[in-house]
């Protein structure tokens, strides 16, 4: 059996993003769609790293394809995840009159001198 590259489409039009009621391809997940004969190669983009949203929308992709498509397909999906922009640290609030950085001390125990060393830097510092 001939597989075109538009019954891929139709099919994963059907199949829906986890997390929304859009499907896989209006959200543009998929970047590309490779037939070699009876195997497809599906490329798909996801902004969620987890292997349990990988292997849902995989099987889904399968089910569609050989329910709708071609039962004996040969079917590959590779994953590729989005990279989110890392946030800065930024703290946010009133700003303190005369205040330019911040230094915090902190020990995750009692006893190793936090208070010691915050009141040397206070004087080393003042100067």
Known sequence: MNI???QIED???EVKVPEGDKSIWESGIVK??????KEVVLDLEINNPTLQYKKRIE??????IHNKV????IIKVNFSV???EEKTNIIK??????VKNIIAISSGKGGVGKSTITANLAVA???
């Open 4 to 6: 075109s590259t538009k």
């Open 82 to 84: 989005i990279q989110q």
């Open 32 to 37: 590309n769609i490779q037939i070699f004969g």
């Open 125 to 127: 510092l003042s100067d």
């Open 70 to 73: 071609y039962k004996k397909a």
């Open 11 to 13: 099919a994963l039009s």
């Open 93 to 98: 609030g009133k700003e303190i009159p005369g």
């Open 59 to 64: 099987v889904d992709c399968l089910k569609i």
